[in-house]
T-cell receptor
Framework: EPEVTQTPSHQVTQMGQEVILRCVPI?????FYWYRQILGQKVEFLVS????????KSEIFDDQFSVERPDGSNFTLKIRSTKLEDSAMYFC?????????????FGEGSRLTVL | TQLLEQSPQFLSIQEGENLTVYCNSS?????LQWYRQEPGEGPVLLVT?????EVKKLKRLTFQFGDARKDSSLHITAAQPGDTGLYLC????????????FGAGTILRVKS
């Protein structure tokens, strides 16, 4: 069964370092998303991406964050200079169609710990 | 103010009991989804509802979408320990564009 895969599963980094989280969405999906979940809190939308550009982003997704689809398969989230409060589980998701009719499939997440 | 309220926050029941989890908003959902999330894993989609009044069944799980598309419920019949987990509702609220907004979730614990 096709699935969204994410790497790394866990990354520990020092405050101020750059981090890149990688995702391989399901191959025929066109819409890609990043969400995060701080421990014990709700899942929060970060950004959606379609047709090689950001279609929507939340207030959390500031200038420290960027997304890229460098090739036909990977979808990456970069945090330029990590802060302690960036520690969270980051989930990538993809859908075949937009969310009016499409269903969202999540990866298993990348746990980011900023020290 | 929460865009999407889930209740209860926590539910602990005995195996075999029935339960209902609720998801409410003051705004209209263009679509709503229910997810289940295990610790340390990503949410897994259970169902999507789009039409007001819609009812969908998934084995012992029954999902209902309110007629006005402002609320939804998840009913589990004869709960089993394997149903233990975090149940999340997530909806596209018509006032808030394309992003999927998640509720805080209901932690369900089913004791054997």
């Amino acid at each position: 069964e096709p699935e969204v895969t994410q790497t790394p599963s866990h990354q520990v980094t020092q405050m101020g370092q750059e981090v890149i989280l990688r995702c391989v969405p399901i191959s025929n999906h066109l819409y890609f998303y990043w969400y995060r979940q701080i421990l014990g809190q709700k899942v929060e939308f970060l950004v959606s991406f379609y047709n090689n550009e950001i279609s929507e982003k939340s207030e959390i997704f500031d200038d420290q964050f960027s997304v890229e689809r460098p090739d036909g398969s990977n979808f990456t989230l970069k945090i330029r200079s990590t802060k302690l409060e960036d520690s969270a589980m980051y989930f990538c998701a993809s859908s075949e169609r937009d969310l009016n009719t499409g269903e969202l499939f999540f990866g298993e997440g990348s746990r980011l710990t900023v020290l | 103010t929460q865009l999407l309220e889930q209740s209860p926050q926590f539910l602990s029941i005995q195996e075999g009991e029935n339960l209902t989890v609720y998801c409410n908003s003051s705004s209209v959902f263009s679509s709503l989804q229910w997810y289940r999330q295990e610790p340390g894993e990503g949410p897994v989609l259970l169902v999507t509802v789009v039409t007001g009044g819609e009812v969908k069944k998934l084995k012992r799980l029954t999902f209902q979408f309110g007629d006005a598309r402002k609320d939804s419920s998840l009913h589990i019949t004869a709960a089993q320990p394997g149903d233990t987990g975090l149940y999340l509702c997530a909806g596209r609220l018509m006032e808030y564009g394309n992003k999927l907004v998640f509720g805080a979730g209901t932690i369900l614990r089913v004791k054997s």
